[in-house]
């Protein structure tokens, strides 16, 4: 299958602060997904991402298809925002493959 | 609507139990997923399903059984529970080119 790598595997921000996290794939995809899991271990839909730029609220994403890569990036970073952030490569099998994620931790 | 919905959240099985996980969604998703997440690692598919009556192996599927007799429901069967099957089993579903939506997970140990 397809292989999903995340960077970085951990972060610690001071709130307020903005970050980016990169998701690289290694083969063409159908789709991309970014989520984040929160404390309680529960998977939220963040974004659907084939390719281009999609916005909502201090988070937005970008998706370079032709190379292979995502962005997510978090502005203003909240005490909230703490958690993991999966993405996930979604092949013709209609199968998602799942990185490592990135484990964000956003101090006050 | 109710979304995913997952039983139990929480199970304790002996080794050689079996039990079933149940997966329900009132969404009319034609495509059903079972992942299990491993702590400090991302989600493997063991299953999934594109319609009632048609079911696929995902990328870790021993030890596994599913079935999908309506379009609502995706139950996991687990025959031999096995230690390396500890873990935490995602239910999610979708529409096509939709995202999908996953349930709160059932957290399942095996002693």
């Known amino acids: 299958g397809i292989q999903v790598e995340q960077s970085p595997p951990d972060l610690i921000l001071q709130e307020g602060a903005n970050s980016t996290l990169r998701c690289n794939f290694s083969?063409?995809?159908?789709?991309l997904q970014w989520f984040h899991q929160n404390p309680w271990g529960q998977l939220i839909n963040l974004f659907y991402i084939p390719s281009g730029t999609k916005q909502n609220g201090r988070l937005s994403a970008t998706t370079v298809a032709t190379e292979r890569y995502s962005l997510l990036y978090i502005s203003s970073s909240q005490t909230t925002d703490s958690g993991v952030y999966f993405c996930a490569a979604l092949t013709g099998a209609n199968n998602l493959f799942f990185g490592t994620g990135t484990r964000l931790t956003v101090i006050p | 609507n109710a979304g995913v919905t997952q039983t139990p959240k929480f199970r304790i099985l002996k080794i050689g139990q079996s039990m079933t996980l149940q997966c329900t969604q009132d969404m009319n998703h034609n495509y059903m997923y079972w992942y299990r997440q491993d702590p400090g690692m991302g989600l493997k598919l063991i299953y999934y399903s594109v319609g009632a009556g048609i079911t696929d192996k995902g990328e870790v599927p021993n030890g596994y059984n599913v079935s999908r007799s309506t379009t609502e429901d995706f139950p996991l069967r687990l025959e031999l529970a096995a230690p390396s099957q500890t873990s935490v089993y995602f239910c999610a579903s979708r529409l096509p080119n939709q995202p999908q939506h996953f349930g709160d997970g059932t957290r399942l140990s095996i002693l």
């Open positions: 083969d063409s995809v159908n789709n």
